[in-house]
């Protein structure tokens, strides 16, 4: 597909997002955001140890201040949802990190869509990003109107569900704009009682103390013993907010082909995983989502789903890690230790 040098507007974008991959595209004026959701969430310190969230607060909540010149913001979205089947029991991994990493395909389809909206101006000024810059990309989707930002944090779609992953592109072109998506969540509360810890303190409010995607992905060194205790079958993230969402049922299964669950990355193989040495990790996890862990965090999650499967077998793979020169590995093992019957 290609164009011819002219004028820039919405329908022209919205023609090329979609020619370069992206599943849903919204347009929306640049300017300042709300303050309110990221300060709720400082305030209370819900954003853990995640600190990059206050440094860049300024850039956060006004786009201009990120790229000077920002008219307006294309709001992508491509969706990571296959046809459900059954899920793992024990290490399973979240839907979203089951391919390739999601930040290569995104800047591959950010760098696609860059190059025919160049075709079109050659001179283009642009600002693609895809989870690595301060951009609000949910708080920008609802504003352009691909969803609305969910009681559970996650912007929900009318026809993807949640099931979907977001990147923008800041111009300085100035675009007709789409209207906001109304919330549609209503009364419905059913994510906030099916988080294991309930780290969904209240609507729309996710606290990253609590939340065991934070703690399974981002957080480094030990996972405290109240959150190891309700992992359940998670070893990477969690979906279990998603899951039971009433938007999600029935949502239209159009994933990515590059996102597509490799062989073995829905649920993790405990007996490898318990054994991975270093090397083997950067074969088998660098290019995918849960190379996010680093080695020494898969090793603490596969010994604390160790402890959740229950099976005595696994004991000796778990004391070994009692040795562990990671002090996370060490803690984990002590309690995946006395979970399985071992002293």
């Known amino acids: 597909m290609s164009y011819v040098a002219g004028e820039m507007d919405s329908a022209f974008v919205k023609e090329a997002a979609r020619a370069a991959g992206f599943h849903k595209v919204g347009i929306a004026r640049a300017g300042p955001l709300d303050p309110a959701p990221l300060d709720r969430v400082l305030s209370t310190g819900a954003d853990a140890d995640m600190v990059w969230l206050g440094a860049s607060r300024a850039e956060r909540l006004d786009?201009?201040?990120?790229?000077?010149?920002?008219?307006?913001?294309?709001?992508?979205?491509?969706?990571?949802?296959?046809?459900?089947?059954?899920?793992p029991k024990v290490a399973r991994v979240a839907r979203y990190a089951r391919g390739r990493d999601y930040h290569a395909v995104l800047k591959h389809r950010l760098k696609d869509l860059l190059r025919r909206l160049r075709e079109r101006d050659p001179d283009l000024r642009a600002h693609a990003s895809a989870d690595v810059a301060p951009v609000m990309e949910k708080a920008w989707a609802a504003r352009a109107g691909l969803g609305w930002v969910g009681?559970?944090?996650?912007?929900?779609?009318?026809?993807?569900?949640?099931?979907v992953l977001l990147a923008t592109i800041l111009l300085e072109h100035e675009l007709e704009p789409d209207a906001p998506h109304p919330e549609r969540c209503g009364a419905c509360e059913a994510c906030l009682h099916a988080c294991p810890t309930r780290a969904i303190t209240e609507p729309g409010l996710v606290d990253a103390r609590r939340c065991l995607s934070f703690h399974t992905i981002e957080r480094r060194g030990p996972i405290p013993e109240e959150v190891a205790e309700r992992?359940?079958?998670?070893?990477?993230?969690?979906?279990?907010?998603?899951?039971?969402?009433?938007?999600?049922?029935?949502?239209?299964?159009?994933?990515?082909?590059?996102?597509?669950?490799?062989?073995?990355?829905?649920?993790?193989?405990?007996?490898?995983?318990?054994?991975?040495?270093?090397?083997?990790?950067?074969?088998?996890?660098?290019?995918?989502?849960?190379?996010?862990?680093?080695?020494?965090?898969?090793l603490r999650n596969a010994v604390l789903a160790a402890g959740h499967a229950g099976e005595p077998r696994l004991l000796g793979a778990v004391r070994a890690h009692l040795a562990s020169p990671f002090e996370g590995v060490r803690a984990a093992a002590r309690w995946a230790v006395a979970r399985l019957g071992g002293e």
């Open 63 to 87: 786009p201009r201040r990120l790229f000077p010149g920002a008219r307006s913001v294309v709001a992508l979205a491509v969706s990571y949802l296959e046809q459900p089947g059954a899920e």
């Open 151 to 163: 009681k559970n944090g996650c912007l929900i779609t009318t026809d993807l569900g949640s099931w």
């Open 231 to 298: 992992l359940g079958p998670w070893a990477f993230g969690c979906d279990d907010c998603q899951t039971v969402c009433p938007w999600n049922q029935g949502a239209a299964a159009r994933c990515d082909p590059e996102l597509r669950a490799r062989a073995g990355q829905s649920g993790l193989d405990l007996d490898a995983l318990l054994a991975l040495t270093f090397e083997e990790y950067r074969l088998r996890f660098w290019g995918t989502a849960l190379a996010r862990a680093r080695y020494e965090g898969l």
